[in-house]
Each structure stands twice: as structure tokens, then as C-alpha cells.
């Protein structure tokens, strides 16, 4: 495998997945997609043919792993696959999401930790390098023996936060397991911070939001977390917050997966705005009118400029 920067010039390789960012970090880049033939045969098998060589070059695959999931997973490792035999130089598999994230431990009896064999799958597949944004925990990082760049979407999204001076505000986590991040959200705008405390009862086994740690009343709210699924769990903490009095709602989160019945539980709720990323496509159909969708792509593209010249990414974020 390659270890050192010593490579050749860079190519971009946009996943099924990942086709409208890679096309801005591309234009960013000012570098062309380099492009592949993909075929999905009766059978459901995939079948992937470089269109020009990457013999010695420093090649990057973006493919996210939204639903579909195991289409998407299985394309990308597909696609590491072909780019390893033909020879390139490095290759770096980079997924803004990754699939199974929850899935980090074992947390009940007889049960796999799923994170760990998607990160082997990966490895097994050919990648040198991977680089993603806002593993669900970072334990994740400790799954792969390749070296990577995990990044966070949080800068963009409190930064966002800022310009909208928002007078006594709070930010206030969906659950205490985001209290950590939580917590850097609201010293970087300078707010109290709360948290939705939820419980899991006996015959139920899904985790309920049952009441507020901290105070909301007669404040501004930032309910924020890493993704949103169905928005179910958003939807309950929303409730909660009004419940106690809170003001304004905005809802902020990295990863927008929203799928049903996530478009109708936010149309039901009065949110003031909910701000995401493109991690994973969200297209028009799923795009409310108090929604907005921040790019990640001049982010991934500035990681993936310095990962080739071999600079610092934390220099980035003053790290």
C-alpha cells in the first residue's frame, strides 16, 4: 500500500452516490471527474470499467452511504477494488457518511459490531487513505488501521449560528449522548446549554424523550445532533422544548438521511429553521422551505488539496 505523498497528480472519482458533490468539490478543485462505465446487471451484481488509466496516480473515490446502503457500500468497495488493480498510486476512499456507525459496540449480548467490519471491508478492499465527517462516535477511528482524516461539519454549522446573533439563545442536545458535542456548540456561541434527557421503559424498548436538563423558557432554542433519520426522536425533543417553554426551535444536524416519514414529522412541527449539510443528497422533493443545505464540498476539497501535497488538515481549524 502507498504511505508516502510522493504520487502522482490527483483524480477524482465521483460515486452514484455522491454525484452532485463530487461535481462541486470538482469545480473547487478545478480538477475533472475522471470517469468509469457502471453496470447493474438482472442479477443486481455491479460491474466497473475505468475509462482511462491511474497507473501511479493519487486517487480519490467519493461515494457517501446513504439508503440504498448496501448498493452504495458494496459500489464503493467495488470501485477500490478496480482503482487497486489497476495500479494506482494511493487511493483514498472518501465517504462523507458512513453506514453502521451506530452499529460501535457491543451494547447487548450476541450482537456484531458492524462498524468495525464495514471499516475491514474498506481496508480489504484496496484503500491506502479514507476521510469522512462526523463519525457517529470516535471510537470508529480505532476500527481502521489505515490512517484517515475524520472530519467535523461542526464549524461550518455554528459558524452559520453566529451570523444570525441570535439574543438569548441556547443550544440544547437531542439526547445526552451528543452532550460532548453539544457542549462545543454552545461555547462557540457563547450560550447556556440544555439537554432532552430521554428513558427507555420496560415494555417499550425504544428510548422516549421525557424531560429538559437545563432551562429553555423564554429562550431561543438550537436542538442539535449528528443525523436525523426518520425525525421522530427531533420531532418528541421539539415538543419537549415547547413543552418548557421554549421560544424559536432551529434544528441543526450533519448527516440529513431523512427518510419516511422524516419530511412529514418536520412539516408538522414549528421549526424555525432546520440546517443541514450535503453529506448525503437531499434532494428537492425532501427539502422543506425553512430548510437549508450547507456544502461540504470546499471543505473535502481543501482536505483532499492538502492530503496530496502532504500539509497539515488541522491547520484548518487552528488545530
Same mark, same amino acid.
Given at each position: 500500500?502507498?504511505?508516502?505523498?510522493?504520487?502522482?497528480?490527483?483524480?477524482?472519482?465521483?460515486?452514484? =452516490?455522491?454525484?452532485?458533490?463530487?461535481?462541486?468539490?470538482?469545480?473547487?478543485?478545478?480538477? +475533472?471527474?475522471?470517469?468509469? $462505465?457502471? *453496470?447493474?446487471?438482472?442479477?443486481?451484481?455491479?460491474?466497473?470499467?475505468?475509462?482511462?488509466? *491511474?497507473?501511479?496516480?493519487?486517487?480519490?473515490?467519493?461515494?457517501?452511504? /446513504? +439508503?440504498p446502503?448496501?448498493?452504495?457500500?458494496?459500489?464503493?468497495?467495488?470501485?477500490?477494488?478496480?482503482?487497486?488493480?489497476?495500479? #494506482?498510486?494511493?487511493? &483514498?476512499?472518501?465517504?462523507?457518511?458512513?453506514a453502521? #456507525?451506530?452499529?460501535?459496540?457491543?451494547?447487548?449480548?450476541?450482537? /456484531?459490531? &458492524?462498524?468495525?467490519?464495514?471499516?475491514?471491508? %474498506?481496508?480489504?478492499?484496496?484503500? $491506502?487513505?479514507?476521510? &469522512?465527517? $462526523?463519525?457517529?462516535?470516535?471510537?470508529?477511528?480505532?476500527?481502521?488501521? %489505515?490512517?484517515? !482524516?475524520?472530519?467535523? #461539519?461542526?464549524?461550518?454549522?455554528? !459558524?452559520?449560528?453566529?451570523t444570525?446573533?441570535l439574543?438569548?439563545?441556547?443550544?440544547?442536545? =437531542?439526547?445526552?449522548?451528543?452532550?460532548?458535542?453539544?457542549?462545543?456548540?454552545?461555547?462557540?456561541?457563547? @450560550?447556556?446549554?440544555?439537554?432532552?434527557?430521554?428513558?427507555?421503559?420496560?415494555?417499550?424498548?425504544? =428510548?422516549?424523550? @421525557? @424531560? %429538559?436538563?437545563?432551562?429553555?423558557?423564554?429562550? !431561543?432554542?438550537?436542538?442539535?445532533?449528528?443525523?436525523?433519520?426518520?425525525?421522530?426522536?427531533?420531532?418528541?425533543?421539539?415538543?419537549?422544548?415547547?413543552?418548557?417553554?421554549?421560544? !424559536?426551535?432551529?434544528?441543526?444536524?450533519?448527516?440529513?438521511?431523512?427518510?419516511? /416519514?422524516?419530511?412529514?414529522?418536520?412539516?408538522?412541527?414549528? %421549526?424555525?429553521?432546520?440546517?443541514t449539510?450535503?453529506?448525503? /443528497?437531499?434532494?428537492?422533493?425532501?427539502?422543506? +422551505?425553512?430548510?437549508?443545505v450547507?456544502?461540504?464540498?470546499?471543505?473535502?476539497?481543501?482536505?483532499?488539496?492538502?492530503?496530496?501535497?502532504?500539509?497539515?488538515?488541522g491547520?484548518?481549524?487552528?488545530?
Amino acid at each position: 500500500m502507498a504511505r508516502g505523498y510522493v504520487v502522482g497528480d490527483i483524480k477524482l472519482f465521483a460515486g452514484s =452516490a455522491s454525484q452532485a458533490l463530487a461535481q462541486e468539490i470538482s469545480d473547487h478543485l478545478s480538477i +475533472p471527474l475522471s470517469g468509469y $462505465d457502471l *453496470v447493474q446487471y438482472s442479477n443486481e451484481n455491479l460491474f466497473v470499467r475505468l475509462q482511462g488509466s *491511474v497507473r501511479g496516480q493519487d486517487v480519490y473515490l467519493i461515494q457517501s452511504m /446513504p +439508503p440504498p446502503v448496501h448498493r452504495n457500500l458494496m459500489e464503493m468497495l467495488i470501485m477500490v477494488d478496480c482503482l487497486k488493480r489497476d495500479s #494506482a498510486g494511493r487511493i &483514498t476512499a472518501v465517504f462523507p457518511y458512513m453506514a453502521y #456507525a451506530r452499529s460501535d459496540k457491543k451494547d447487548q449480548p450476541r450482537v /456484531p459490531i &458492524t462498524a468495525r467490519l464495514v471499516a475491514d471491508m %474498506i481496508e480489504v478492499a484496496g484503500a $491506502d487513505r479514507y476521510i &469522512t465527517i $462526523d463519525l457517529h462516535a470516535g471510537q470508529i477511528q480505532g476500527f481502521f488501521s %489505515i490512517p484517515g !482524516d475524520v472530519l467535523t #461539519a461542526f464549524h461550518m454549522l455554528s !459558524d452559520y449560528f453566529l451570523t444570525k446573533e441570535l439574543e438569548r439563545a441556547v443550544v440544547a442536545t =437531542a439526547d445526552l449522548g451528543f452532550a460532548k458535542k453539544g457542549r462545543n456548540f454552545a461555547a462557540k456561541l457563547g @450560550t447556556p446549554l440544555a439537554f432532552v434527557e430521554k428513558r427507555r421503559a420496560r415494555e417499550d424498548p425504544r =428510548a422516549k424523550a @421525557t @424531560t %429538559i436538563i437545563g432551562d429553555v423558557a423564554g429562550r !431561543d432554542v438550537i436542538l442539535v445532533d449528528d443525523e436525523v433519520l426518520t425525525a421522530g426522536s427531533a420531532c418528541e425533543a421539539i415538543q419537549i422544548l415547547r413543552d418548557h417553554g421554549a421560544l !424559536d426551535v432551529y434544528l441543526s444536524f450533519t448527516h440529513g438521511l431523512l427518510v419516511p /416519514p422524516a419530511i412529514e414529522n418536520l412539516a408538522s412541527q414549528d %421549526i424555525a429553521e432546520i440546517v443541514t449539510t450535503n453529506t448525503v /443528497p437531499i434532494p428537492a422533493s425532501k427539502r422543506l +422551505p425553512n430548510m437549508r443545505v450547507l456544502s461540504v464540498a470546499s471543505l473535502l476539497g481543501e482536505v483532499i488539496l492538502r492530503a496530496h501535497e502532504g500539509r497539515s488538515v488541522g491547520e484548518l481549524f487552528n488545530e
